[in-house]
């Protein structure tokens, strides 16, 4: 078996059988259309190496609504693995807030009443269950104000529902209101500072391939390893790795590093000591232990 190598070593199939696009999603398709044409473009283009490599499979971080613009990271081949890592992380939102009456000159200390723990159904039109349920909202601020309208930035856990959240603070404010124009700036890692294209990814693809420059792939596709960096982070040998990719554990004696932030509990990301993501886990074990497990698996990555 081989590990994979560093992640800025890697060439540019490895990349996109292991490899992340900060998409920048435009309003119209869905966000599993847009994950769709993703995958199929890397598809085709890779049938026509003459190596094997394909990808069959890409997800979306956080399902954005058809209008619904922003941040959307596509994680392709491998890196689907790693979807479960953007339910830990906050978001972030700009809203236009439509109020259906004239806009109360005290917006500003009524909106800031929505901040922390509140309650949420999620819609009819959800694909989870309709259950009361807590979510926290981390930051609420009026960036802009017009007799009628309110623009917001809106920083929540992950699972908030926006448009729900924008009819109560209607609610709150005596006018009603409903959602407007709605673009997500944040899903944690990732931001709206270097969001790409379709366009330019596609772009990317054709000139690797047809001038054998890829320069702009390297630039438009990350190694999946970025979804990672909020993660604790756990060092381990290449003979521990090994083990792990057959299924066993994380065993004290092949942890050569336990990062300071790790508690016992928490969600954390193993690597070989070249920076090559391994799997995720449970922390289980005392990090200065000399035996026994240190993690638990939940996703082999090799």
């Not at 109020?99 to 509140?118: K, L, N, W």
């Not at 039109?125 to 979510?135: E, F, Q, W």
């Not at 017009?146 to 917001?152: A, D, G, M, Q, Y």
Request: aromatic share 4%; glycine share 8%; proline share 6%.
């Amino acid at each position: 078996m081989t590990l994979r190598g560093p992640p800025d070593e890697r060439s540019p199939v490895e990349l996109l059988t292991f490899g992340v696009v900060n998409l920048d999603k435009p309003p119209g398709p869905s966000s599993h259309q847009v994950s769709g044409w993703i995958r199929d473009a890397v598809d085709d283009r890779l049938s026509t190496l003459e190596e094997t490599a394909t990808i069959d499979r890409a997800a979306h971080a956080g399902t954005l609504d058809p209008k619904v613009t922003g941040c959307l990271p596509v994680m392709l081949g491998d890196a689907t693995r790693l979807a479960q890592v953007f339910l830990e992380g906050k978001k972030e939102y700009v809203a236009v807030l439509e109020c259906h009456g004239r806009v109360p000159s005290d917006a500003e200390s009524i909106v800031a009443e929505f901040e922390g723990p509140i309650y949420q159904k999620p819609p009819r039109k959800s694909a989870v269950s309709r259950r009361l349920r807590v979510r926290t909202i981390h930051d609420l601020e009026i960036v802009e104000r017009e007799r009628r309208r309110l623009l917001l930035r809106i920083r929540c856990e992950s699972g908030t529902y926006v448009r729900k959240l924008c009819h109560d603070l209607g609610l709150g404010l005596g006018t009603g209101a409903h959602m407007g124009d709605l673009r997500r700036t944040m899903t944690a890692p990732f931001d709206d500072t270097d969001l790409h294209t379709a366009t330019e990814f596609i772009d990317a693809l054709a000139f690797w391939l047809e001038d054998d420059d890829p320069t702009q792939l390297y630039d438009v596709v990350d190694p999946a390893e970025r979804i990672l960096e909020d993660l604790p982070r756990i060092t381990i040998a290449e003979s521990a790795a090994r083990e792990v990719a057959n299924g066993a554990p994380v065993y004290a004696p092949g942890v050569l590093e336990v990062g300071a932030d790790a508690r016992v509990a928490d969600l954390v990301a193993c690597y070989t000591p070249n920076g090559a993501a391994v799997c995720l886990g449970e922390f289980v074990g005392d990090r200065d232990a000399n035996s026994g497990v240190i993690v638990d698996l939940e996703r082999v990555l090799v």
